[in-house]
């Protein structure tokens, strides 16, 4: 197989996996398969640096998801799934970093903090101006735990009319 070949098989791969649905792992899994055992596949033999690049978009896809149900601007489409989700999909995005012997992205970390905090003041000012019914999903102390293990020390906010109970 000459490389451009295998270049143009491992770029569709990673195409696929970026673009991959609300399971990037499972995604990850399907292309390895795909690649290196899967009869109709290329069994191809992945480098390390290959490997990772696979991951690497997985990754991405499970960045994506994690932010999306954190972003105000989706709330009315039905893509959104609410901060419960996101919190659902952050503890997934976690385990494959571990099981990839992955250390969570400081950057992302941050940058999930920021987008929560965000997320949540302009929850509030929606609510309270009375512009929308609160898209929270989640309990107080579900929201809080998450914002912990994002580095979010304190909201200083009067969450209780924006979650359930």
């Not at 997985?58 to 901060?83: F, K, M």
């Amino acid at each position: 197989m000459s490389e451009q070949h295998r270049a143009d098989i491992l770029e569709d791969e990673l195409f696929l996996l970026r673009d991959s649905g609300e399971l990037p792992e499972i995604a990850y899994h399907s292309s390895l398969y795909y690649l290196t055992r899967d009869e109709d596949g290329p069994g191809l033999v992945l480098t390390e640096d290959e490997k990772q690049l696979l991951q690497e978009a997985a990754l991405e896809r499970c960045q994506e998801i994690v932010l999306r149900d954190l972003t105000p601007d989706n709330r009315d489409l039905s893509l959104y799934r609410g901060p419960r989700r996101s919190i659902y999909n952050w503890q997934r995005y976690c385990k494959f970093c571990r099981r990839t012997g992955r250390r969570i992205d400081d950057r992302f970390r941050a940058e999930v903090a920021q987008t929560l905090v965000s997320f949540i003041q302009q929850e509030m000012e929606d609510v309270q101006e009375g512009q929308r019914d609160s898209s929270v999903n989640c309990t107080t102390e579900d929201l809080l735990v998450f914002a912990e293990e994002v580095g979010v020390s304190s909201l200083s906010h009067d969450l209780g009319r924006l979650f359930l109970r």
